[in-house]
């Protein structure tokens, strides 16, 4: 099933849970199964957002992306992100009124909607299935799963009430929820702003890919080396690297090679700039660039 699909039938899927819980939550007065729904609605958000991002993301490059539209997804991401660590903020603070004035919780009526939260999750969980490449379905399917143990602790705090009568369980329930929000959300939101402040990739050490360069034969060394990303799992690397006199041919085989060893470390956008180490003075194309007058000459 293709991706759009499996969003599109996750997103019917939520919606219908989101409507269950807030319902639920209102008539049996559970903050944590209100909690829960807040979890579902930056789902429903989260899934749309995916959505909304893969079908942007088919758009092929063009001149203006010339990247193509990845960062569109990494962008969904981002706000999914940020969205997540707010509602926790907004969870705790509710436990926290909660906590001083625990009210009356209709326990039944609780359990059977959290019941229904919890097939919905796994039935998505399901559906999107847990391998992803892309981090805005990862996202999306981090949400669902964050819900789906929510959903647990929602029917775990509705049980002890049942069997205890202790009301204070339920926004103790409510903080776990926020919590499990929050980690999710934090998570998701680092990752993004690895891609848009052009960090290196978590997976990549820029000083073991510039050994890797400057081993291939023929090279004398590797500056001005650059390791950034284009969107999730899509690295982008570009180098000067300088070379013995040899021809042109030679010099052809050598920016091979370096290509083959940066696609064997999973880099597949890269950019080399081969220049000459040594120069003979009557080398025609290979002089050192005299200073113009008045040009500052600096190293």
Known sequence: MSTTKKLIISLIVTFVVLIGEIVGGILSNSLALLSDAGHVFTDTFALGMSLLAILIMKKPADKRATYGYHRMGILAALINGVSLIFMALFIFIEAYKRFQAPPVVDTALMLVIALLGLL?????????????????????????????????????????????????????????????????????????????????????????????????PGVVDVHDVHLWSIGHN????????????????????????????????????SVLQMECAVCEVNGLYCQPRMPIAGEMHHH
């Open 234 to 269: 899509d690295p982008a690397f570009s180098a000067h690297v300088r070379l013995k006199e040899q021809t042109m041919a030679e010099v052809d085989a050598i920016r091979k090679k370096i290509e083959h060893e940066l696609a064997h470390m999973g880099i597949s956008h």
């Open 120 to 216: 919905g999750n796994i039935v998505i969980a399901f559906v999107l299935g847990h391998k992803h490449d892309d981090l805005n379905v990862k996202s999306a399917w981090l949400h669902v799963l964050g819900d789906a143990l929510a959903s647990v602790g929602v029917i775990a705090a509705g049980l002890v009430i049942m069997f205890t009568g202790w009301q204070i369980v339920d926004p103790v329930a409510s903080g776990l929820v926020g919590l499990i929000i929050i980690a999710g959300g934090i998570r998701v939101t680092k990752e993004a702003l690895r891609i848009f402040l052009e960090l290196s990739p978590a997976r990549l050490d820029m000083e073991a890919v510039s050994q890797k360069i400057s081993l291939v």
